[in-house]
């Protein structure tokens, strides 16, 4: 037996002032803004059950649309339990396939032809009438840019016209061949006697259109509609939604600009700036109020918010934090992403000491491909993590075929292209050459996208191994392949969650690093119009006010060990962080400080450029200044630690940050620690050890300067964290 309904005044004190006006403002048109974290869904939900307990509302009345099955059942659980249980909640999906399968029959006759699960099979028909060559990634990125075409209105004659100033790009295809696969794809499916999901809009827009009953009917069952996440609706469904309106206005709609992150499938920001436009006489709310996050964190959101490529969001909203004040926002960079990965992991592997369930923590990158150093440094640790809307990398289909064709070049000897040195990266390359892998990026983003940056992953770390052993072979990647695979199997159950940024849309954790925000990144390299930089911006916002308690925003200088340190963190930190400091370091949001003197080199006096030479302290076209005996000791050890350890030698230390140590030989735990490289873990781990290499080397120099022997002047380098 369901509890008695609150009543309308139990229901209006549970709110904030701006919640209370969304609840009592019952009558349309009604446009709430509502900010990342402001209880939005709190908001309509009190708002429907307000109405339902005033009697404005009768339940069957009322549609309520959202975007996922999951917020239908969120809001649909809410209602109930406000004493509102006969309201209708369905995605725009849903609700357009309960009306096309009960007004089918009666307009066309038959039955509504049956919903396909897939456009692939059918994808892969088109293609081949076509005469084209597609694989899988190009195959779904094929079938998004259909949904997009369908949901904006666009046919298969009108796409080689609409896509190009649209900026739609297929990656190895022209906009006129898309048009035809996308012609035959129709066919395809008109033959089969299916539909697709963007059909079940179309439908029922067109049973609206072709029927004056049908409208009617529609109309009379629902008076009051509320969308929420209207940001992202397309053109389509603000279509069907006009034609389930007729010519009323009962309408409340719930979104924010700045999460608009889903124009590639047919999502505008104007869609909330026109509402008063198409709605004359609407009214305006704005929640503002954040009770999700602390005041750092929602104040590095409202400082990337406030600058855009062109313009500011429309009708966007600054949040007020409502929480207690937490630690500060960490922004952190480092010489090379398998140097980032292993502060990520060890920065999370901190927090879980000190209490934080894993399942409360998350890590969040742009593209998928990123994740492969984030998977190999949380497993190495022990730290057990799940994907999130992607698989693990190895267990990719394209990174298995890959690791195949390695192994198989590999068992076939020298003959099949083995190579040494930078070698092993070309034949690398010429290996994965034979599934079409170019060593230049293809142009635009999807998957095919997606599969290059997952393929070249593997190249990086061919480069990794050449960088530890300039004579490392195929063999010995395969090897150390199957090492990273191996070390990846840690339980997932309650673990970190490992996601993408779009993933991660309508979700929270106490802790969040945004992993991998450099230039190139983010923004994404194919990002070049100001349009799709704004998005990137709305997207880093987005992943910022995932996290409640604490933020931590990583980046590298270089993709590899010893790689050219040449990326800068995103220009969307640029409010708060001082770029040219920004390099191989730790810092917290905050204001922007004055430039400091850049790092020079000790030698020549020239500025230092990446990671590598702010290590040492030294450009590289001076001479080294160490011992050639001491650095060759501290490799030796090196190589012992990486064997008992079974991980490359780059992972227990960087050749750059050997070179560091080698030349300015630290006498004590401090001035080890000065080193860029030798973070807290490491120091813990091998500060000791280090020490005892170099004390033999330590005491000829103290007895060089008790007989008058100049020591050698070293320089001290600033510690990356």
Request: aromatic letters at 6%; proline letters at 6%; glycine letters at 10%.
């Amino acid at each position: 037996m369901l509890p008695p309904p609150p009543s309308p005044d139990a229901l209006l004190a549970a709110l904030d002032p701006e919640q209370r006006a969304v609840a009592e403002t019952l009558v349309g048109p009604v446009c709430v803004v509502a900010g990342a974290g402001t209880g939005k869904t709190r908001a309509i939900t009190h708002r429907i059950a307000h109405g339902v307990a005033t009697g404005a509302y009768a339940p069957a009345e009322v549609l309520a649309v959202t975007f996922t099955t999951r917020a239908a059942g969120e809001m649909r659980s809410r209602l109930t339990a406000l004493g509102a249980p006969g309201v209708q909640v369905r995605t725009f999906h849903a609700a357009a396939l309960r009306q096309a399968r009960y007004f089918w029959p009666k307009v066309y006759g038959g039955e509504l032809p049956e919903l396909a699960t897939s456009k692939l099979p059918f994808l892969g028909e088109a293609v081949r009438r076509q005469r084209i060559r597609a694989e899988q990634a190009l195959l779904r990125d094929l079938a998004g840019e259909i949904e997009w075409a369908k949901v904006s209105n666009v046919r298969p004659d009108d796409y080689p016209r609409l896509a190009p100033g649209a900026g739609r790009v297929v990656a190895g295809l022209d906009a006129a061949s898309v048009g035809l696969v996308f012609a035959a794809y129709e066919e395809v499916k008109r033959e089969r006697v299916r539909i697709d999901m963007e059909d079940l809009l179309l439908v029922a827009l067109a049973l609206l259109d072709d029927d004056d009953r049908v409208a009617a009917q529609v109309r009379r069952q629902y008076r009051w509609f509320t969308v929420d996440e209207y940001q992202d609706v397309s053109p389509v469904q603000v279509a069907l939604l006009q034609r389930w309106l007729g010519d009323r206005d009962d309408l409340c709609v719930v979104g924010d600009p700045w999460q608009t992150i889903y124009t590639f499938a047919g999502a505008s920001t104007t869609h909330l700036a026109e509402f008063g436009r198409r709605f004359q006489g609407a009214t305006r709310l704005s929640l503002v109020r954040n009770y999700r996050s602390t005041p750092q964190v929602v104040a590095l959101a409202n400082a990337v918010a406030t600058t855009t490529t062109r313009a500011p969001a429309p009708d966007g909203v600054t949040l007020r934090a409502q929480r207690d004040a937490g630690p500060e926002v960490v922004l952190h960079g480092s010489p090379d992403e398998v140097v980032e990965a292993d502060w990520v992991a060890a920065e999370l592997d901190r927090r879980r000491r000190a209490g934080t369930e894993l399942r409360d923590m998350a890590v969040l990158v742009r593209i998928n491909a990123q994740t492969r150093s984030l998977e190999e440094a949380l497993g190495a640790r022990g730290l057990a993590y799940t994907l999130r809307g992607a698989h693990r990398f190895f267990d990719r289909s394209e990174v298995r075929q890959a690791v195949t064709l390695l192994r198989g070049a590999a068992r076939a000897g020298p003959g099949a292209g083995d190579g040494e040195g930078e070698g092993l990266v070309a034949t690398t390359l010429g290996v994965l050459a034979a599934m079409n892998h170019p060593a230049t990026p293809p142009a635009g983003g999807g998957q095919v996208r997606d599969r290059w940056e997952s393929l070249h992953a593997l190249v990086g770390v061919a480069e990794e191994l050449v960088v530890a052993d300039p004579g490392a072979a195929l063999p010995g990647l395969v090897a150390e392949l199957d090492r990273r695979a191996d070390v990846q199997d840690a339980p997932v159950a309650q673990g970190i969650t490992l996601a993408t940024l779009h993933a991660a849309k309508g979700l929270e954790w106490d802790v969040v690093v945004l992993a991998g925000m450099h230039e190139g990144a983010m923004p994404i390299v194919h990002a070049t119009t100001a349009a799709a930089v704004d998005e990137e911006r709305r997207l880093f916002y987005v992943g910022i006010t995932r996290a409640r308690r604490e933020l931590l925003v990583s980046w590298a200088s270089a993709r590899t060990p010893g790689g050219r340190g040449n990326r800068s963190p995103t220009r969307f930190l640029d409010s708060v962080i001082d770029r040219s400091q920004a390099a191989g370091r730790a810092a917290t949001a905050g204001p922007r400080r004055r430039a400091k003197t850049p790092s020079h080199c000790r030698g020549c006096g020239r500025a230092l450029r990446g990671g590598a030479q702010l290590k040492v302290g030294r450009c590289a076209e001076c001479p080294p200044s160490y011992d050639e005996a001491v650095f060759a000791r501290l490799r030796d050890w090196r190589r012992e630690q990486a064997a008992q350890q079974h991980v490359p030698a780059y992972c227990v230390l960087t050749d750059a940050t050997l070179t560091a140590i080698a030349e300015q030989m630290p006498s004590d735990a401090a001035g080890l620690a000065r080193i860029a490289g030798v973070g807290r873990v490491k120091l813990e781990r091998y500060g000791s050890d280090l020490l005892a290499q170099l004390r033999p080397a330590q005491r000829r120099l103290d007895d060089s300067a008790d007989n008058g022997v100049a020591r050698p002047v070293t320089g001290r380098v600033r510690s990356t964290g």
